[in-house]
């Protein structure tokens, strides 16, 4: 059994920048596969999901791109980064100019990932959380969201959700590569980005990735 997993973070990946945003540094995994088996052997359990905090998706890279493209949308604002699996859009978010962000995801492993990747792009500030806040609205002036679109149940639960905090006031921000079950009717589309991503994981080298926003109720 893994008792610290920030330790074996350290020993299964490397650091290195982020494609497609490349002002950030990550610390990611050279094999998926090997990644996988090792953290189900580790943990004694099969049929884990795939350690999405070891990976740069895409798009997670799209919407970090855009955050720092487009500092505005998060500049003295307070932040939730959804979902945040290796911390990627929290760091882009803190690098350009949020007053606050909370990274939460209900992975302890990710979580991990999010303390020691925030420690090596110089912004140590931003609070990690392992806690399912879906459903919940603690005041964040703008959420962002990547890549969570992949399952039916957890798309329509999740957007919902997303789209009563826009109501409320938030800005809610998608990051997606064309997942199958992204509400496309109740979204705007802000920008595409072409995202290199890992083969083994998305069966290509580049995906066609946005960046999108709730259409105003």
Request: glycine letters at 8%; a negative charge; one cysteine or more.
């Amino acid at each position: 059994m893994i008792s610290d997993p920030a330790a074996f973070i350290r020993s299964e990946t490397r650091l290195r920048p982020v494609p497609h945003a490349h002002e950030i540094v990550l610390h990611v995994a050279d094999e998926a596969t090997d990644l996988w088996q090792k953290t189900e052997e580790e943990l004694g359990e099969i049929g884990l999901p795939p350690p999405f905090w070891a990976f740069a998706w895409a798009g997670g890279q799209a919407l970090a791109r855009y955050i720092l493209d487009h500092p505005q949308t998060v500049r003295g604002r307070r932040i939730l980064d959804f979902a945040s699996g290796s911390g990627l859009v929290a760091i882009a978010a803190m690098k350009a100019g949020a007053a606050e962000v909370t990274a939460c995801d209900i992975d302890a492993f990710a979580v991990a990932a999010i303390g020691i990747n925030a420690a090596a792009n110089g912004v140590p500030s931003i609070m990690p959380l392992q806690e399912d806040v879906v459903g919940q609205d603690r005041g964040w002036d703008t959420v962002l969201a990547g890549d969570i679109c992949y399952e039916r149940d957890l798309a329509e639960r999740v957007t919902d959700w997303l789209f009563s905090l826009t109501r409320r006031g938030a800005a809610v921000l998608i990051g997606d590569p064309g997942r199958s079950y992204l509400p496309k009717d109740r979204l705007e589309n802000l920008a595409v980005y072409q995202v290199p991503v890992t083969r083994t994981l998305e069966d290509a080298d580049v995906k066609r990735s946005s960046v999108w926003r709730f259409r105003q109720p």
